[in-house]
């Protein structure tokens, strides 16, 4: 399964020379990176750098136009069954039932892997414990987000892809799916974090990618991309590196 040279620790996610195209515009250009066991990896740009496109290309969701990528040692096509049982993956558009409750989704989901996370312990983990009974579609925004972050950790993956995980929660919550964060990563399960926030990433990442147009401009750790920058925090550093404001639009 792994198929890193041996003697090498095996990395959560290698993605190499991705590139995806629609139509006439390239979103994703040239793009590698590795994530270790253990390790959270931001994603951070502007809207339209090709930050989801990356992501669902990693997933497995996508099908990149060219490059590869191994999720601990998996091929996200080849291998789709056995990945499904080390990957979690909460993206910007969840599509789930919404006539089903909160307890119908859960207790559905807890059915697709052998060890789930019991119930209890997953609407707790994202403050949903007194949302059981509500069903999907009456949920808030922010409800709904914290379900699909909830099903997303059900099978106890070791590999996870979170996109947007706090945009539109209060902050309440968003201390919450903080610390949730921070508890996988004292479990060695690797997190790639799509983020707009740089408080978010300077928290929660070990590293930082940052792109641009469809390339990652920079990669390294939140005081390492401040320092090559000479810039005074990580927002300053992101229009320094990147030439653009965080918010700005293609
Ligand atoms: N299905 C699609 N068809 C055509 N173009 C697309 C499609 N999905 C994305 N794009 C384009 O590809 C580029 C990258 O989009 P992508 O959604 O990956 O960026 P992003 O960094 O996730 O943006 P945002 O922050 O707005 O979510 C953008 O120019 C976008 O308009």
Redesign the pocket.
Known sequence: MDTSAPGTTPQAIVAEHLH?R??D?V??DDMSFTLGIGETLGIV??????????V?MVAGLRNPDGGRVRILGLDPHRDRSRLRQVLGVQL?QATLHGSLTVSELVGLYRTFYPKPVPAGELLEMVGLTGQRGIRFEKLSGGQQQRLSIALALVGRPRVVIL??LTTGLDPRARRQMWKTIERLRGDDVAVLL?S?AMEEVEHLCDRVAL?DA?NIVALDTPSGLVARAAAENLDDAFVALTGRELEE??
Do not use: F, I, P, S
């Open positions: 995806k629609y139509r515009k979103a994703v740009g502007a809207n339209g750098a090709g930050k989801t496109t990356t669902e910007q996109d947007e799509v707009h792109l469809g639009t293609e």
